[in-house]
């Protein structure tokens, strides 16, 4: 199984803030790759896919890049909704997808 | 509106049986590849299984054998058959719509709010 290894694995940071997470794969996945929010007792919510494309709906702070086997996700400008747990899946693998074990960002 | 609504989780003694539906609207489940993920308290996220449009399933190596995922076309409803329950299996249970990305490469982008499976004695 694709291995996906995140980090941070938790991440303190305050509104305005620029922040950066990262999510690395055990093995190439070209771009296969999504980012997905979670916020508590909530669903997960798709953000991007394909490594850099935007959701629709999705607001612009929010961007990705990488391919092969590091990506990353950042946001230009935190806002207060934004405080929340992130999560990378692979689907290069499909259907065997793997996710990492999130990211979760809180405010310093 | 597209949407997913998870129903059927409950409190269920280890051995015993279980069965999800989710019902879907705004779109057709028969047409879509469609997955169920869970998430154990405190943890992260992990694929169950998937049924594809055509009707092939797949499942993950940890309920395979114990799970049975499928629809009622004419319900518009996806279903997950949970027998011989492990406390292991005690999560949150999400259905997803499965958005194709090429040919054969599969994201989701619509998600249920889950429903919660308890099994404890």
């Known amino acids: 199984a694709i291995r996906m290894t995140q980090s941070p694995s938790s991440l303190s940071a305050s509104t305005g803030d620029r922040v950066t997470i990262t999510c690395r794969a055990s093995?190439?996945?070209?771009?296969?790759l999504a980012w997905y929010q979670q916020k508590p007792g909530k669903a997960p919510k798709l953000l991007i896919y394909a490594a850099s494309t935007l959701q629709s709906g999705v607001p612009s702070r929010f961007s990705g890049s990488g391919s092969g086997t590091d990506f990353t996700l950042t946001i230009s400008c935190l806002q207060s909704e934004d405080f929340a747990t992130y999560y990378c899946?692979?689907?290069?693998?499909?259907?065997?997808?793997?996710f990492g074990q999130g990211t979760r960002l809180e405010i310093k | 509106e597209v949407q997913l609504v998870e129903s059927g989780g409950g409190l269920v003694q280890p051995g015993g049986s279980l069965r999800l539906s989710c019902a879907a609207s705004g779109f057709t489940v028969s047409s879509n590849y469609m997955s169920w993920v869970r998430q154990a308290p405190g943890k992260g996220l992990e694929w169950v299984s998937v049924i594809y449009s055509g009707g092939s399933t797949y499942y993950a190596d940890s309920v395979k054998g114990r799970f049975t995922i499928s629809r009622d076309n004419s319900k518009n409803t996806l279903y997950l058959q949970m027998n011989s329950l492990r406390a292991e299996d005690t999560a949150v249970y999400y259905c997803?719509?499965?958005?194709?990305?090429?040919?054969?490469?599969?994201?989701?982008?619509?998600w249920g709010k889950g429903t919660t499976v308890t099994v404890s004695s």
């Open positions: 899946q692979q689907y290069y693998s499909y259907p065997r997808i793997t």
């Open positions: 997803a719509r499965d958005t194709p990305e090429g040919y054969y490469y599969y994201y989701m982008d619509v």
């Open positions: 093995q190439g996945i070209s771009s296969y």
